[in-house]
């Protein structure tokens, strides 16, 4: 992605008014925080990016925490072995940028075991998450921390976050940034209701409730946020916080055992939680599941060519919509210069093949 942040079309965020605020039961300390106020322009704030091959990526990610209104004490870049050369962009970004700092993990552990290697390096009152794939809106910080400023029950404060291709092609698609206000019954409810890369918390909180499953190595985020609001209240500050990129198929690529098996890990978490039972022995309990968990595998092996499949068999078939459709996706994602129009051209294109394949009513 070229251009940076300046790339994208100006986003309308969803601001808290007091009336909301009044309603989810939180205070907001915007005194201390006011854009361009010289009064402050830190925050206790530690920043941590664990990094494992995204040296594509990681430059742009340090840029916009580099960026913000409010600037953190420090932006840490757990590195957790990688093997291309994000280690050293990292180095050259820690000469570069005077809040980074970079830590090289010995052995690999998986993005839980970074996190929590941030987190016991961080000195900050709070901490914060942000992908090394991803990209701070430039009020991220100014717009989360004043609610863990107002409110010391908080654990955790954060919203949501505009979807973006893995070559920055903004969708337009917003989530998680609905609902402003008090979410920890949504979260104990075993609802995603805090979108995890943006999501700002108390580090006293976080390393009270154990940090990071490192045996999860999917769900460690809805696992953290469980065990965060059963101890304190999540919030939702109901803005657009971060650029969040999600590369195609990540989703739908996890094997079906795995999905279902998280899903009941969860599930049975955030039962035995809101039944009152204490975090120390939830964990021991199912802990036969999470190392059930560990032992499968996560993710089916990525189909090459799944698109160039589909169109083929919808083309055999005659389903021309079907076809362009798969045909001007798969460009638009590819980055190719050829194919620029499509990307330009993707957002409004896709609603109007949905439209036109709708039957028509008789």
């Not at 830190?42 to 430059?59: C, G």
């Not at 870049?77 to 809040?99: H, I, M, N, Q």
């Not at 696992?223 to 989703?251: H, K, W």
Request: positive net charge; proline residues 4%; contains cysteine.
């Amino acid at each position: 992605m070229r251009g940076g942040v300046h790339r994208y079309a100006a986003q309308e965020s969803l601001r808290i008014d007091a009336a909301t605020a009044q309603k989810g039961r939180f205070r907001m300390k915007t005194s201390l925080y006011k854009k361009g106020s010289a009064c402050l322009k830190t925050a206790p704030v530690t920043v941590i990016t664990a990094v494992y091959n995204a040296e594509r990526f990681l430059r742009e990610t340090v840029e916009s925490v580099s960026k913000q209104q409010l600037l953190p004490v420090q932006h840490l870049l757990v590195d957790d072995c990688s093997t291309d050369g994000s280690l050293d962009l990292a180095r050259e970004l820690e000469k570069e940028f005077p809040l980074v700092r970079v830590v090289s993990l010995e052995t690999n552990g998986g993005y839980p075991a970074a996190l929590n290697a941030g987190l016991r390096e961080a000195a900050s009152e709070y901490v914060g998450i942000l992908d090394s794939d991803d990209i701070a809106m430039p009020h991220w910080l100014a717009s989360v921390v004043p609610v863990l400023d107002g409110n010391p029950d908080i654990g955790s404060a954060g919203g949501g976050g505009v979807i973006m291709t893995h070559d920055g092609l903004v969708t337009g698609h917003a989530k998680y940034c609905s609902q402003a206000g008090d979410v920890t019954a949504e979260v104990m409810a075993g609802k995603y209701a805090i979108l995890h890369p943006g999501s700002v918390h108390r580090r006293d909180f976080l390393l009270k409730t154990g940090g990071y499953n490192p045996r999860l190595r999917s769900a460690e985020d809805c696992d953290m946020f469980l065990n965060m609001a059963s101890v304190a209240r999540l919030v939702n500050v109901g803005e657009l916080l971060i650029y969040y990129r999600r590369l195609p198929g990540s989703e739908s690529r996890k094997t079906p055992e795995f999905a279902a098996l998280a899903e009941a890990y969860l599930a049975q978490k955030a039962q035995m939680l809101s039944a009152g039972k204490s975090l120390p022995a939830t964990n021991a309990e199912l802990a036969s599941l999470v190392n059930a968990l560990a032992a499968l595998p996560r993710l089916a092996p990525l189909v090459k060519g799944a698109y160039e499949y589909e169109m083929a068999e919808a083309l055999r078939r005659g389903d021309r919509r079907l076809c362009a459709s798969r045909f001007y996706f798969a460009s638009a994602i590819s980055g190719h210069k050829r194919f620029l129009c499509c990307r330009r051209a993707l957002r409004c294109l896709m609603p109007r093949l949905k439209s036109t394949s709708e039957p028509k009513k008789a």
